[in-house]
T-cell receptor, first 112, second 115 residues
Framework: SQQGEEDPQALSIQEGENATMNCSYKTSINNLQWYRQNSGRGLVHLILIRSNEREKHSGRLRVTLDTSKKSSSLLITASRAADTASYFC????????????FGKGITLSVRP | EPEVTQTPSHQVTQMGQEVILRCVPISNHLYFYWYRQILGQKVEFLVSFYNNEISEKSEIFDDQFSVERPDGSNFTLKIRSTKLEDSAMYFCASTGGAGGATEAFFGQGTRLTVV
């Protein structure tokens, strides 16, 4: 299977703490994207990292990509209660605009 | 900020009925997709569409499914004869395509309930 897998499956932290979520995949990728989904709602795009990039930042988000280990991590710094959601990594394996393969997701709970 | 819009947000239909889910992708995007998410499960790819034809489809996308871009703005998913197991959230997405990898933007989804 080419599916990505995130870990942990669930994460509960206190507001203000940092949250680190990991994603692993099995075959070479073109790019990897992280999404957030609030309960029962749509997918919100967070960040895209290309296979030739190692790290990207966007506001309180930091994403790393290690293609040798076929893994990525998403760090949310200074978490807020509003960050409570499910987070998914999604990989594009072939062309730049080929389909995305999603992992099962990580449920993040940020306690106020 | 431009966004992908989907209608309806929720549709209830009887088993065996045809449903059409509608999407308006971001206007200058070139690639269009449908995904689905059964409750509590991960998001699954259904089909991608480029240059007025299907570019890739999954095993889920059988003969009961079809997609169409009837005009310059709408992108539709039709399920010919719905089954109970078609109940899911259906997401439309689009990407720009020009100049390399671009973010895939998703709509808010249509929750389809087959009874």
């Amino acid at each position: 299977s080419q599916q990505g897998e995130e870990d942990p499956q669930a994460l509960s932290i206190q507001e203000g703490e940092n949250a680190t979520m990991n994603c692993s995949y099995k075959t070479s990728i073109n790019n990897l994207q992280w999404y957030r989904q609030n309960s029962g709602r749509g997918l919100v795009h967070l960040i895209l990292i290309r296979s030739n990039e190692r790290e990207k930042h966007s506001g309180r988000l930091r994403v790393t990509l290690d293609t040798s280990k076929k893994s990525s991590s998403l760090l949310i710094t200074a978490s807020r209660a509003a960050d409570t959601a499910s987070y998914f990594c999604a990989t594009s394996y072939t062309g730049a605009n080929s389909k995305l393969t999603f992992g099962k997701g990580i449920t993040l709970s940020v306690r106020p | 900020e431009p966004e992908v819009t989907q209608t309806p947000s929720h549709q209830v239909t009887q088993m065996g009925q045809e449903v059409i889910l509608r999407c308006v992708p971001i206007s200058n995007h070139l690639y269009f997709y449908w995904y689905r998410q059964i409750l509590g499960q991960k998001v699954e790819f259904l089909v991608s569409f480029y240059n007025n034809e299907i570019s890739e489809k999954s095993e889920i996308f059988d003969d009961q499914f079809s997609v169409e871009r009837p005009d310059g703005s709408n992108f539709t998913l039709k399920i010919r004869s719905t089954k109970l197991e078609d109940s899911a959230m259906y997401f439309c997405a689009s990407t720009g395509g020009a100049g390399g990898a671009t973010e895939a933007f998703f709509g808010q989804g249509t929750r389809l309930t087959v009874v």
